[in-house]
């Protein structure tokens, strides 16, 4: 290691196989980050090493990934290389911050990493350890940066991973890394990245990194809920996708629509040329008035899915748009109904909406709340109509075995309140279904 290019300082952080210090450049007095392999380190920790500064130099054109300055020989018996100087790492600028900070701050700080770890996934490079010690915040007279670092596990997705078994110990936070993960390195994918964002979204938006999902808002509790399935193949299918959801939570904080201020009953009834996609769907999302929630917007809502093409409309990250739409429309019909009565003509209205809804999405979450409020039109309300179409949908292809198992989970919970349904028509239902009736029967 040369000695005569820098002057270490003080040490800042130790990590799995490296050490990194405050330094000094000798040439221009300036200070920056340098980052010091071990010097008992593996034959395989030394090439972890070389490929992070290979992956720096491909993603220096990002602003939100921290920058290489200089780097050692290519022979140095102990490898490091300058990067640029932090002022502190996300952990500690949200602890110290997070009572003054915005929801419009917070979510600008999600995309930010958001965007940079798309950046590398677009260069088929994955981070791999994800954390709030590896964000590195830098502050300016003028502006906050946020930037990525610590690409040490970074894989390069067009190579095999060299790894030996040695290798494949716990690397990485625990808390953030996917099980997958956790089980071996080398299995990691795109999938993988994304469900550490998703942990820690939670733990920006709740300053835990054992946050509580009902700290947040229904939408933000998909977004992390869906970032940090179990299974891979449940999760974002990429950060892009991750990007537009956000994207429509920020834009609810801050456009402005010159309808917000009417009845959905209203603006139906008036020439919405002049009104863009984004705007209307932002005004279906306000809290409009629960005085008058039938007939102002529900009714109109339903009549709006069923006699129009208002679904088709929705732009390229509808599977998204629909959720957060319907998570709103049945929160808000769940307050109503806590003292409101409905006539069936209207539960049989709001039964075909959700049908069609129902058939439309791909995404399985929105399905379940379909499917978990129809069940309750049908027995709470006692409509054969709404009892026939569930059992109907139930048998269709539309509905996964996941979403059927869920689907029973809940009709187990909630037995007392939904009631006993009758099998009508001769059409049967799921077995998962039809064997969770079974047992309840038997114990009433």
């Known amino acids: 290691m040369s000695k005569s290019i ?24 300036t200070e920056y980050a340098v980052k010091v392999l071990h010097s008992n380190s593996s034959e395989e920790d030394r090439k972890r090493f070389i490929n992070e500064i290979e992956y720096l130099k491909i993603l220096k054109d990002h602003q939100g990934i921290v920058k290489l300055i200089r780097e050692c020989e290519p022979n140095d018996q ?45 260069r088929e490079i994955l981070h791999r350890d994800i954390s709030y010690s590896n964000i590195l915040v830098f502050n300016t007279a ?21 790894l030996t078994r040695s290798d494949e110990r716990e690397l990485g936070q625990a808390y953030f890394i996917s099980p997958e993960q956790k089980v071996k390195l080398k299995s990691a994918t795109i999938q993988s990245d994304i469900y550490s964002l998703g942990k820690l979204i939670l733990f920006i938006l709740t300053q835990n990194i054992f946050g509580n999902h009902t700290e947040l808002e229904s939408a933000e509790r998909y977004l992390v809920g869906k ?50 996609d984004d705007d209307f769907f932002n005004f279906l999302l306000q809290n409009h008035s629960l005085v008058n929630f039938l007939d102002d917007f529900l009714i109109p809502f339903c009549n709006l899915v069923l006699n129009t093409s208002y679904l ?17 429309v049945d929160k808000m019909f769940e307050n109503f109904s806590r003292e409101h009565n409905f006539d069936f003509r209207q539960i049989d209205l709001i ?73 009508l028509n001769g059409i049967r239902l ?9 047992k309840f029967k038997a114990l009433v």
Not at 240 to 266: P, V
Not at 312 to 328: A, C, E, Q, V, Y
């Open 6 to 29: 820098f002057t270490i300082l003080s040490a800042i952080g130790e990590g799995g196989f490296a050490t990194v210090y405050k330094c000094k450049l000798s040439d221009t007095n």
């Open 312 to 328: 088709n409309t929705i732009p390229s990250f509808g599977r998204n748009k629909i959720f957060i739409l319907i998570s709103h």
């Open 78 to 122: 102990q490898p490091w290389y300058i990067m640029e100087l932090a002022d502190e790492n996300l952990k500690e600028y949200i602890i110290k911050n997070f009572s003054r900070l915005k929801k419009g701050d917070l979510y600008e700080i999600i995309l930010d990493i958001l965007d940079a770890v798309k950046f590398a996934h677009d």
């Open 351 to 423: 039964t075909d909406c959700y049908i069609k809804i129902l058939n439309y999405t791909d995404d399985s979450q929105t399905k379940l709340i379909l499917l978990k409020r129809l069940w309750r039109f049908a027995f709470f309300y006692n409509r054969y109509y709404t009892q026939d179409l569930i059992k109907l949908n139930l048998n269709s292809k539309n509905i996964t075995s996941e979403i059927e198992n869920d689907f029973a989970f809940f009709i187990e919970a909630n037995m007392n309140y939904s009631g006993v349904p009758v099998v």
């Open 142 to 162: 003028t502006v906050k940066k946020i930037k990525v670092a610590d690409f040490g596990l970074g894989k390069d997705l067009n190579t095999q991973s060299e």
């Open 227 to 276: 970032a940090t399935q179990f299974d891979p193949s449940l999760r974002f299918r990429s950060v892009q996708e991750m990007i537009d959801y956000l994207e429509i939570l920020s834009r609810q904080l801050t456009n402005q629509c010159a309808l917000w201020d009417k009845s959905l009953k209203n603006v139906l009834s008036t020439n919405l040329i002049s009104v863009t």
């Open 430 to 438: 799921p077995p998962t279904i039809e064997n969770i009736i079974n």
